[in-house]
């Protein structure tokens, strides 16, 4: 039995197929257009899945969608009602799009997925799942646990802005939603936006930016203390009411009330490019660690309503590793386990279990240990004659090594020489990280190397900092934790031995000083608070990546080495050989190998191009 979820029409689009029960493929749409969280129907998606498998849309038994469009528009009616006359410019606006594209959802999906071919419109089944259930399908169905509890938290759905659910077999039983327009996620948007950043894509830059503020100075106390008081009130079961009179999302075009937050805060809504200042760092952390002090709450919560001793995460504040971190670190539970398509995406996942297993009623097994995710290299793969062609076109050098070994060793070496490299090996991950398979990579041990991927690389914003990778054997001799982090959404701290001590002054200096202050033997990645966002490397779900790294190791001592998505800023993941020798050239990167391919910079003719590619790739 084959079942296609699909998720679109919002951010993120998505396709996933499974096959009795089995995760086949999963993928973005962006990877296809080149268009960052693209949120068009996934055709190019949905095709590529179908092909993966060997069948036509006419072999799928059951398609499903992520979530629920009617009770999407009940929400945005009762709202609009709510507040009413407030926000009669933007339901004007709204309306409209949502009777044409979204209330008629079926009929519409319907449309996209004949472009395909092979549908037949009168035998197709055809089901909606409600978002959060998706989310919570998404977590605990491919989890390693056959009993959990399991914690969805984002901006919205339907109406859910977060649940908890109990998770056994083959069943989720809801015990606890939040509801618009109270909401944690949103709430962490509305930061993300008066700071600067693109809401739905810049939350993680504000996860990175908290720990440049000076958690001495009696700032960020006061900027906590502050929030809330003011915009939330807290509950201890880790729900929240938010202060509607500061918040604009729920009728508006904006976020926040600007006016009232530059009032509370003291400063004014910062333009987005300009230079951080240390009251936006300070809010950062004082917002992130209220975020934090929430997920905790929750997370207990979980553990009260199902005394489980194990954790399932999704939804998008479950990709703050920093958070995950903290629960792992308070031992609420003794195992957690995190969807790494924990966003919008995942929902397709999420979906098409769901209807395997609660609508369908089919049995699952898990045995503690292992996952379902096969790794999360659930993308498109491309062979060697299609780098031949794709080397042809633009009349690249390259030398094809005799094996995989070879290609690890060589591409240690240049490793160790302080060169950048993009690596692109096998299937594509699925989600938002690059886990070895469509990566940047780089010597960790480089003093000069966050400085050199940030701006000639990935030409972003200096702050930001990259993670490890590293061997799963060796994870304890580099960070504080016990557990694998196979999908870099875990943070750990740097361990104490391998830490540099801080300069007389140090919190007083400005971002940029503190950048680049030497502050452990791998300096490249470790962040300013001495953590950092790990991915495990294991030889089961990633041999190739696995072998690399442990080459690199027997050539420097060191099993660890910086890993960062292969694309630059504003451009989604590579997809093809083709998207990544452009990156390639597009960039300072020194070397790039492709399968068994090794490019090196110096041998390239330059990139003949018709256009600016920048403006292809808006700021994100």
Known sequence: MYILGISAFYHDSAAALIHNGEILAAVQEERFTRKKHDPAFPINAIRYCLE?????????EVVVFYDKPFLKFERLLETYYAFAPK????????????????????????????????????????????????????????????????????????????????????????????????????????????????????EYKLMGLAPYGDATSGRVERFEKLILDNLIDLK????????????????????????????????????????????????????????????????????????????????????????????????????????????DAGGALGAALAAYHIYLGKERHADWVTDQMKGSYLGPEYSDSDVIQMARKYRAVYRCCD??????????????????????????????????????????????????????IKYR???????????????????????????????????????KPLLVGYQSMSVREKLYHLRSDIPSVTHIDYSARLQTVHEET????????NAFKKKTGYGVIVNTSFNVRGEPIVLTPEDAYKC???????????GNNIFLKRDQPALQESNDWREDFGLD
Not at 52 to 60: K, N, R
Not at 128 to 157: K, M, N, R, W
Not at 542 to 549: A, G
Request: aromatic residues 10%.
């Open 542 to 549: 990633n041999p190739q990546y696995w072998h690399l790294i």
């Open 584 to 594: 390639f050239m597009r960039t300072e990167m020194d070397c790039l190998v492709v």
């Open 403 to 456: 094996n995989m070994e070879a290609v690890c060793e060589e591409t240690a070496t240049l490793l160790a020489e302080g060169n950048v490299i993009g690596w692109f090996q096998s299937r594509m991950e699925w989600g938002p990280r690059a886990l070895g398979n469509r990566s940047i990579i780089a010597d960790a041990r480089s003093p000069e190397m966050q400085k050199k991927l940030n701006l000639k």
């Open 87 to 202: 926000g009669l410019s933007s339901f004007i606006t709204a309306i409209p799009v949502w009777i044409k594209d979204k209330v008629m959802l079926k009929s519409l999906l319907l449309d996209e997925l004949s472009e395909l071919g092979g549908l037949d419109r009168s035998t197709i089944k055809l089901l909606f799942t409600e978002h959060h259930l998706s989310h919570a399908s998404s977590a605990f169905f491919p989890s390693p646990f056959q009993d959990a509890a399991v914690l969805t938290i984002d901006g919205v759905g339907e109406w859910s802005t977060a649940s908890i659910c109990h998770g056994t077999g083959n069943t989720l039983t809801i015990l606890k939603e939040l509801h618009f327009p109270h909401s944690l996620g949103l709430l962490y948007s509305a930061f993300t936006y008066y700071l600067g950043f693109k809401v739905n894509s810049g």
């Open 52 to 60: 993966y498998a060997g069948i036509c849309l006419a072999d799928v």
């Open 236 to 343: 201890e079961d880790g729900s929240l009411w938010l202060n509607q009179q500061y918040f604009d999302y729920a009728t508006g075009l904006k976020m926040t009330n600007n006016a009232r937050w530059q009032e509370l805060f003291g400063f004014p809504v910062r333009n987005q490019e300009s230079e951080l200042q240390g009251e936006h760092c300070d809010l950062a952390l004082a917002i992130q660690r209220v975020t934090e002090n929430i997920v905790l709450r929750m997370a207990r919560e979980a553990k009260k309503l199902t005394d489980a001793r194990a954790l399932c995460l999704a939804g998008g504040v479950a990709l703050n590793c920093v958070a995950n971190g903290k629960i792992l670190k308070s031992g609420i539970f003794e195992r957690i386990w995190i969807q790494p398509a924990a966003g």
């Open 461 to 499: 914003e200096g702050f930001r900092p990259f993670a490890p990778s590293v061997l799963i054997e060796d994870e304890q001799e580099f960070f504080d934790i016990a557990v694998a982090s196979p999908y870099m959404l875990l943070v750990a701290d740097v361990k104490r031995e391998r830490i």
